[in-house]
């Protein structure tokens, strides 16, 4: 089985904010595979804290799980769905905002370092290692303050490219989970994308 973690916040003062980039591409996945979001508890297994909701896809074995505690808490709640699934780091896949990217641009790395991201330096800790896949989504630099960056919304002219974006994300996440080879899949995207800039 694989795992495809969208990093968030939860509750409705943080909806469609740059720091729930993660959530918007989940969200895409769902739809493209015609499934629904559940609550925890509908899993059927015991993972330590149910601050998630997950959506199993069918064409594939694989599990869409938003974490639902603060994005600082992450990974409280990936470690243990991944230990009560069996599922190792590397057959999970982590996709978040990133302020350091453009607005837009989509960045897939088998692993590395958290950077200055919470939520993945909480996965990061909790799992004991950085060996696992993750899509970077662009959401611009902070003009300013960076913590007040995050959470602000997207801007009627900036909604459009960031749609565009997760609908580019949410079909990297679908080669990846079909062939399960991060590194054709980064060579084939990146190739794409950066030939769009180039146009």
């Given amino acids: 089985m694989k795992l495809v973690v969208g990093l968030g916040n939860p509750g409705p ?3 469609s904010t740059r720091h729930n980039v993660g959530y918007l591409v989940l969200d895409r996945l769902a739809e493209r595979s015609k499934v629904l979001f559940q609550p925890a508890t509908r899993l059927g297994v015991d993972v330590g804290p149910r601050a998630f909701s997950f959506a199993r896809l069918s064409k594939v074995d694989a599990l869409l799980l938003k974490p639902e505690a603060f994005m ?3 990974g409280d709640v990936v470690q243990p769905v991944m ?4 599922i190792e ?3 999970g896949l982590v996709v978040f905002d990133d302020f350091d990217l453009p607005l837009g641009a989509l960045r897939i790395r088998p692993h590395g370092g958290p950077g200055t991201h919470n939520g993945m330096r909480s996965i990061v800790n909790a799992l004991a290692t950085d060996r696992f896949p993750r899509l970077r989504v662009g959401i611009g630099p902070a003009r ?3 913590a007040r960056h995050v959470l602000e919304r997207f801007t009627p002219k900036e909604r459009t490219e960031i749609e565009i974006s997760v609908a580019e994300a949410a079909e990297a996440i679908e080669d990846w989970l079909s062939t399960g ?3 054709a899949c980064m060579t084939r995207f990146h190739s794409r994308w950066n030939q769009g800039k180039a146009e």
């Fill in 181 to 183: 080879d991060i590194d």
């Fill in 89 to 91: 780091p590397a057959q």
């Fill in 144 to 146: 300013t303050d960076a």
């Fill in 72 to 74: 600082n808490r992450s």
């Fill in 83 to 86: 230990a009560a699934l069996g």
């Fill in 13 to 15: 003062e943080y909806e």
